[in-house]
């Protein structure tokens, strides 16, 4: 039993519950990727939409055009349906002109309602001879279909949710055929129901397709079933059907295995689809040079070229007939454009597709970098941390981008980053706790020490010692030493010199607070809050809190200089101390607080917590010292002030101005500083009025004024949100204001 218990402590101290939570993790991510459940199916489709819009499809060729019933079209022909003998008409010009193929994304389900048989039953003053002529005539359908048996057309048809009509077997179908394991076809996308063209030109068509297009549950269209089936029927998409017909291929064959179809097979080419039997669209830009109008080509004003050689692909951009579409490249693309783009993909060779063996990649990917970071994170300092985390994000974005840019292979890196992520916070997380931990110790060691001035305070005035407190404006400060917990790392072996080094640090900065007229609150291991104007009053509150920020600063550099010497006269590791500092003035409740038995001197109040707030931002702007507004209005005669940011703190419901002390007077009124000054002013007015390019170049500017590097993190931290809001616009009335999201 003592061997066990020893066992277990040596196990808990050189692993770790952390680790064990990330074990878990991995487990748990392994088993959502498994499930893909939507959210997670919605992250990998994002990012390939971004693939897509950072590289789309280049065109080297044009080899489909689109013949467009467009709002001009209709304008100059009347409205939509056309007379069969117009359709026919446009076959034949197409046709006439070389067209190699006429696909109509369209279909012509019933007889046409100007067929002169109908109209002559229709019509109420005709005479007899007339009616009688009419019923001669040949029908406007039979028009239409002498005009498809001269050429080579591809009629469309489309699913339907219930069914309307029982199928004619008679008419025909195209075949296809199965290799591969049986029963793929509960895979395909299935419709009740199947709309087919009049009998009379579907039966002599070169083949038939369905131009139904399946949307992903955002509304985009990324993938387009090359096979569905509809009212049991197994039947090509429109453009596969194209496909088959201009290759000659008399039968389609659709592989498959057990997890469902892999790729369709036509005459020398085999197109990869997701097991549900999908084409990824490899989308290219909007390309209007492949529409010509319908009315135009009815005219023979279309240029030859765009005809002879070409797909022929009939359809309509007009908005009256609603075939609109979303596209991770464009929000309003025609759908007989997708069309056209799958038919260019296939033609060119440049298909994209989810290999096989994608989650077999994510998923070793996911097991191989959570696994490091689990054995290495928690034995790294904060910039190794950072820096490993970053690599490990890099590595994986990398990766993805590498296998869809060189071989078009959609490998999805969200699922694993997530998970190395989720890891990674964990493990920051326990290295957090175990640092509070630390902080408590402290806290408990300096507990029973007060102010100097509150001591001889309370001994003119015992009265003070009664629970309760009074309002009072105050400014309140807050500071913290950056790494706190890679410095004590650094001290295991040597806990008192921990103590030492607190002390040494701790007690310059102490006596500047007192000096300033400041009150020390209470010291929160390498943490300092303190206020100013209680318990005595100080009618320059906020600029003294500013000088003590400042000579705070000196004090350490000077602590810096005397022990980086140390360390390398003793051949020692150096650590440098780096102190964040957060000032706010404002209305705070400062009194006794506690119970009988204990009290302490303390403020409460949202100024506080504003404050506290200030001083964690301080590594997130790259300036030690961040102050809030009523802070900078007092003191900015005597200090060099910077605007930061226009904040929406946690708990807070309105916005908050802050501001950096960058120096002194002497700071304030140099060249350097004051050209950075206008540039900092520049570039948030372009920001706060959605001018992001305006914003972009003053930060370029600046960054080729004298001593930019200062604001190299407040760049880059704006840069960032201009990329955001580029991609994912503020919502209508943004004030500029920007919610952080840690407290």
Known sequence: MKRLKILRRWFARKFGFARLMCLALLVVFAGARLWDPPPIQELRLRTFDMFQLIDPRHKTSRPVTIVDIDDKSLAKLGQWPWPRTRIADLIQNLTNNGAVTIGFDMVFSEADRLNPDLVASQMRYLDDATRAKLRELPTNDQVLSEAIKRSRVVLGETGQRAISSEID???????????????????????????????????????????????????????????????????????????????????????????????????????????????????????????????????????????????????????????????????????????????????????????????????????????????????????????????????????????????????????????????????????????????????????????????????????????????????????????????????????????????????????????????????????????????????????????????????????????????????????PLNVGIGLNTGIGVVGNMGSDLKKNYSVLGDSVNLASRLEGQSKEYGFPIIVGSRTALAAKDKFAILELDFIMVKGKTEPEVIYAIAGREDVMHSGPFQRLRNVTIEMLGCYRNRDWQGALDAIERGRRSEDADTLEKLFKLYEARIKEFQVNPPAEGWNGAYALLTK
């Open 169 to 575: 077997k008679s008419l025909p179908f195209t075949g296809i055929a199965t290799v591969g394991e049986e029963g793929a076809e509960r895979f395909l996308f299935e419709f009740p129901g199947l709309l087919r063209n009049v009998p009379v030109i579907e039966k002599v068509a070169a083949g038939r397709g369905l131009f139904s297009i399946k949307t992903e549950r955002d509304g985009l269209i990324r993938r387009v079933p090359l096979i569905m089936r509809a009212q049991g029927m197994v039947m090509p998409s429109l453009s596969l059907e194209i496909l088959r017909v201009v290759t000659n291929t008399p039968t389609l064959l659709v592989r498959t295995d057990k997890s469902g179809v892999r790729a369709v097979r036509l005459k020398g080419v085999e197109i990869p689809t997701d097991k549900n039997g999908q084409l990824w669209v490899h989308y290219a830009r909007q390309d209007s040079s492949i529409y010509v109008s319908a009315a135009d080509v009815l005219d023979n004003t279309v240029p030859p070229s765009k005809i002879a050689g070409k797909l022929v692909l009939v359809g309509t951009s007009a908005v009256g007939l609603n075939d609109i579409k979303t596209t991770p490249v464009s929000s309003t693309m025609p759908g007989v454009e997708i069309h056209a783009q799958v038919l260019e993909s296939v033609l060119g060779g440049a298909v994209i597709s989810q290999p096989n063996y994608a989650l077999g990649v994510e998923l070793l990917a996911a097991l191989v970098i959570g696994l490091l970071v689990i054995t290495f994170t928690p034995n790294l300092g904060p910039v190794r941390l950072v820096l490993a985390g970053a690599m490990f994000a890099a590595i994986l974005v990398g990766v993805s981008w590498f296998f869809y840019a060189q071989y078009r292979y959609l490998i999805d890196f969200t699922y694993p980053l997530l998970s190395t992520t989720a890891i990674y916070l964990t493990l920051i997380f326990a290295s957090f706790v175990h640092e509070q931990r630390q902080r408590v110790q402290i806290r408990g060691m300096f507990a029973q020490y007060m102010s100097p001035v509150l001591v001889e305070q309370l001994a003119q005035s015992p009265e003070k010692l009664v629970l309760g407190g009074e309002e009072r404006e105050m400014t309140i400060m807050f500071s913290d030493v950056r790494g706190f917990t890679t410095i004590s790392e650094s001290y295991k072996q040597d806990p008192q010199g921990l103590i030492t080094l607190m002390n040494r640090f701790l007690t310059p900065l102490t006596d500047v607070i007192i000096d300033q007229k400041g009150y020390i609150d209470k010291y929160m291991g390498d943490a300092i809050m303190a206020f100013w104007n209680a318990p005595l009053d100080d009618a320059e509150h906020e600029v003294n809190a500013c000088e003590a920020a400042i000579q705070m600063l000196e004090r350490i550099d000077a602590v810096n200089k005397d022990r980086e010497q140390e360390a390398a006269d003793g051949g020692h590791v150096y650590i």
